[in-house]
């Protein structure tokens, strides 16, 4: 049984590459009984998509006042 | 969304907009260049390209997107010439980063009671929040800057592995150890001064 440490390496490496079989079977394996690691998989989805739309300049387009970030 | 209205050319001929974007543009080039003059190149190529072809765009906030795009590119350029720059004293010496680790997990491996990760609530509209920028980019500039500027490579300019490698002259490992490390900070970082808080 992986340590949640481990499965935060795993879970983080997902991010780069596709894990293989044996990676991915341990992974449920723990992910089935750690509640801890289950939020920490959702969010390492969530940081992806915050990071997405920051890198798309999303952070500004919220920051200009309102009547500037109409288009008319 | 009312950006057919009017047009991205017409958007870069506002001195106003165009300001505003170029300052913008400024701070995301600067935080991952860390170099004020790289950055002002950057963007100002980027600019310089979006200029071109505004015309083709519909609206601002396509046209941000783009332009955005744009000097995303102009940044991997120059992250990719300067590996051969990256001075060695910062690829070393990872004692200290090592130590935030066991603040997190128990020598077994396990959460730290008080580090467990609680459920996010409602991440999908934290992007539509000014705040939460600014906390975003306070956790960003607490990781340690290899960390920063690795997740940065990753995250926002979408460099794959390999080439963050050799734009920073690390292995794999070390890369998806740096990665793990960062990731841990930054959405602790998250949850403690956004996410859990508003739970």
């Given at each position: 049984m992986k340590s949640c440490?481990?499965?935060?390496?795993?879970?983080?490496?997902?991010?780069?590459?596709?894990?293989?079989?044996?990676?991915?079977?341990?992974?449920?394996?723990?992910?089935?009984?750690c509640g801890a690691c289950r939020n920490f998989s959702s969010h390492m989805a969530s940081l992806r998509k915050i990071s997405r739309a920051y890198a798309a300049g999303k952070r500004d387009a919220v920051e200009t006042p309102p009547d500037r970030s109409r288009d008319d | 969304m009312s950006e057919h209205v009017a047009g991205g050319a017409t958007a870069l001929t506002d001195p106003e907009y165009l300001e505003g974007l170029r300052s913008q543009m400024q701070r995301f080039a600067t935080?991952?260049?860390?170099?004020?003059?790289?950055?002002?190149?950057?963007?100002?190529?980027?600019?310089?390209?979006?200029?071109?072809?505004?015309?083709?765009?519909?609206?601002?906030?396509?046209?941000?997107?783009?332009?955005?795009?744009?000097?995303?590119?102009?940044?991997?350029?120059?992250?990719?010439?300067?590996?051969?720059?990256?001075?060695?004293?910062?690829?070393?010496?990872?004692?200290?980063?090592?130590?935030?680790?066991?603040?997190?997990?128990t020598?077994?491996?396990?959460?730290?009671?008080?580090?467990?990760?609680?459920?996010?609530?409602?991440?999908?509209s934290a992007v539509d929040d000014r705040e939460f920028w600014r906390i975003f980019e306070t956790c960003l500039d607490h990781l340690p800057g290899r960390q920063a500027q690795v997740f940065m490579m990753r995250e926002f300019i979408e460099l794959e592995s390999h080439e963050i490698c050799a734009a920073a002259e690390i292995s794999v490992s070390n890369l998806n150890v740096t990665l793990h490390r960062a990731r841990l900070r930054l959405r602790e970082c998250l949850e403690n001064n956004w996410f859990a808080e508003r739970g």
């Open positions: 440490r481990e499965v935060t390496r795993l879970l983080s490496e997902a991010q780069e590459r596709p894990l293989d079989f044996s990676e991915r079977a341990s992974l449920r394996f723990h992910l089935m009984m | 935080l991952q260049l860390g170099d004020q003059d790289l950055a002002e190149d950057a963007v100002q190529e980027a600019l310089v390209g979006a200029l071109k072809s505004a015309r083709s765009f519909g609206g601002r906030s396509a046209l941000k997107t783009w332009v955005f795009a744009i000097l995303k590119n102009k940044i991997a350029d120059v992250l990719r010439q300067r590996s051969r720059y990256v001075e060695a004293d910062r690829l070393v010496g990872t004692t200290g980063e090592e130590s935030d680790l066991d603040e997190l997990f020598r077994r491996g396990h959460w730290r009671p008080e580090e467990r990760p609680v459920p996010w609530v409602d991440p999908e």
